[in-house]
T-cell receptor
Framework: GNSVTQMEGPVTLSEEAFLTINCTYTATGYPSLFWYVQYPGEGLQLLLKATKADDKGSNKGFEATYRKETTSFHLEKGSVQVSDSAVYFCALKLQGAQKLVFGQGTRLTINP | GAGVSQSPRYKVAKRGQDVALRCDPISGHVSLFWYQQALGQGPEFLTYFQNEAQLDKSGLPSDRFFAERPEGSVSTLKIQRTQQEDSAVYLC???????????FGPGTRLTVT
């Protein structure tokens, strides 16, 4: 079936550290890939997306590249801030489908 | 403008009670989705509406779960005879078209005791 696997959390880093959150997927066809973020007390928000292989999504200093050969969409940021503390979800959407399929989420805590 | 709103934000139900959860999507959004998020997990799809038509209900876990969107805007998710395993956060999302970004509401946290 179609699924998303994220690295286990929680992840704790110091401010200005480099961040990677791994995400791999299993899907039929060519899905679109997404990263959503859930800040404390808020709803899920779209952070970035990529719709085809080798596309790079970017937003707020975060980047992720759609790698078809490794079925991955790892999230990276060069220098994290305390305000990046949140839960991050990787998700996919199949071509022609409407629903999102989410990974289990990765809780990120950034210490000053 | 206003985002997706959900009510109530918190609901405690005794096992066996019926509950109704409401979602007000962003005005003009055609598509509406319900997801269930268990503690420590990612959201899981329940059902999808395009206007008033329920086009996909493949994620509803049992016939105790029922959703409607009679006028193509507000939607209600009803759970009959609640069970402890129904305890979760229920998320509603809407999007402008059929391929647009999904905007999520804050969720309703249901606790069944």
């Amino acid at each position: 079936g179609n699924s998303v696997t994220q690295m286990e959390g929680p992840v704790t880093l110091s401010e200005e550290a480099f961040l990677t959150i791994n995400c791999t997927y299993t899907a039929t066809g060519y899905p679109s890939l997404f990263w959503y973020v859930q800040y404390p007390g808020e709803g899920l928000q779209l952070l970035l997306k990529a719709t085809k292989a080798d596309d790079k999504g970017s937003n707020k200093g975060f980047e992720a590249t759609y790698r078809k050969e490794t079925t991955s969409f790892h999230l990276e940021k060069g220098s994290v801030q305390v305000s990046d503390s949140a839960v991050y979800f990787c998700a996919l959407k199949l071509q022609g489908a409407q629903k999102l399929v989410f990974g289990q989420g990765t809780r990120l805590t950034i210490n000053p | 403008g206003a985002g997706v709103s959900q009510s109530p934000r918190y609901k405690v139900a005794k096992r066996g009670q019926d509950v109704a959860l409401r979602c007000d999507p962003i005005s003009g959004h055609v598509s509406l989705f319900w997801y269930q998020q268990a503690l420590g997990q990612g959201p899981e799809f329940l059902t999808y509406f395009q206007n008033e038509a329920q086009l996909d209900k493949s994620g509803l876990p049992s016939d105790r779960f029922f959703a409607e969107r009679p006028e193509g805007s507000v939607s209600t998710l009803k759970i009959q005879r609640t069970q402890q395993e129904d305890s979760a956060v229920y998320l509603c999302a809407s999007s402008f078209g059929t391929e647009g970004e999904q905007y999520f509401g804050p969720g309703t946290r249901l606790t069944v005791t």
